[in-house]
């Protein structure tokens, strides 16, 4: 494999934050819909809630706790496999969980405190297209990867078996230890897993080109 310089680590990387971005605001919306979650943040938000019943207090945000349990991510993939964790994984892992607070404060502001149950599904099935809209930028910017892909890939290489079979493993304990510790798992969550695969198919081979040709108008 081609050996990449540091312009083109900083160009892929300022693509990866841009999907990155567009990715969370998806993931805000299908949130704050109240109609589940997807697996990573079952997870999040069943350990967000354990947390806040514990300390209630406003500096523990769903956000800062989905940082937490990526830096941690982070420390076991150093301990145990370092090659894993790129400059792109780090951005990913830390970054994720301030911009969903970030687009929880705007969203809260501009959203009816009482959603109807059409405004909330459509806001489940929006936040579903642009979160897979995003996170195929972030897969093809090929500069890192979230916590689910990340975590599957590492087990899958270990393990040596299917990276499909891996990931939807991966985020079935995610969901089910989330559920358990109080996720929300409801329809949507069922929603976000039918919509978001077969729509990320249709953006991969448009983004995968898009990506390309700014990489090279940089280069």
Not at 83 to 111: A, E, Q, R, S, W
Not at 187 to 198: D, E, F, H, N, R
Not at 202 to 218: A, D, H, Q
Request: aromatic share 8%.
């Amino acid at each position: 494999m081609e050996k990449r310089g540091i312009k083109e680590w900083i160009v892929r990387s300022i693509i990866l934050v841009i999907g990155l971005i567009i990715a969370h605001l998806g993931v805000t919306l299908f949130l704050l819909s109240d109609l589940g979650a997807d697996p990573f943040n079952v997870f999040v938000q069943g350990i967000f809630r354990k947390i806040s019943a514990v300390a209630n207090t406003d500096l523990i945000t769903h956000g800062r706790v989905h940082m937490a349990i990526s830096l941690i991510i982070i420390l076991i993939l150093l301990f145990v496999d370092k090659t894993y964790v790129k400059i792109g994984t780090v951005i990913c892992m830390v970054c994720g969980g301030p911009i969903i607070d970030f687009f929880t404060d705007i969203l809260n502001h501009i959203l009816p405190l009482e959603k109807t149950n059409s405004l909330r599904f459509f806001m489940l099935v929006l936040g579903c297209v642009i979160l897979a809209y995003g996170m195929t930028i972030v897969i093809k910017s090929d500069a890192g990867t979230g916590p689910n892909d990340l975590v599957a890939v590492v087990i899958s290489d270990k393990i040596r078996k299917k990276f499909s079979i891996t990931r939807l493993v991966v985020d079935i304990c995610f969901t089910l230890i989330g559920f358990l510790l109080g996720g929300t798992v409801l329809y949507g969550t069922l929603v976000c897993v039918a919509l978001v695969g077969p729509v990320a198919g249709i953006f991969l081979p448009i983004n995968g080109k898009l990506v390309e040709k700014t990489v090279n108008k940089f280069m």
